[in-house]
């Protein structure tokens, strides 16, 4: 059973950058089948995609967040990470991992969320 676990503060003050870790189980992050992902959720707004590291450490990025975003990856301890920088409270939102199956580019598997605020 593949398990993602979303970790990082809950708070983040304005201009700062928020930085969480999805720590996967059950399966490693360097298997060919499958691409990890990053998605976010505002209060009262639709699921929005952010990025995506692939098996190979190769990475994309939605054009709405590319300029502030950057998504890492330690195999070492099975986990991708990622960072937003200077953000606003409009980034607040519920952030969720992962896991994107490449052959039917359908999630399978997702993190339970974690709620992020931005606030002074």
């Known amino acids: 059973q593949v398990q993602l676990q979303e970790s990082g503060p809950g708070l983040v003050k304005p201009s700062q950058t928020l930085s969480l870790t999805c720590t996967v189980s059950g399966g490693s992050i360097t298997t060919s089948y499958y691409r990890w992902s990053w998605i976010r959720q505002p209060p009262g707004k639709g699921l929005e995609w952010m990025g995506v590291i692939a098996d190979d450490g190769s990475t994309h990025y939605s054009p709405s967040f590319k300029s502030r975003t950057s998504i890492s990856r330690d195999t070492s301890k099975n986990q991708f990470s990622l960072q937003l920088s200077s953000v606003t409270p409009e980034d607040t939102a519920v952030y969720y991992c992962?896991?994107?199956?490449?052959?039917?580019?359908?999630?399978?598997?997702w993190g339970q969320g974690t709620q992020v605020t931005v606030s002074s």
């Open positions: 992962a896991r994107q199956v490449v052959s039917i580019s359908s999630y399978d598997y």
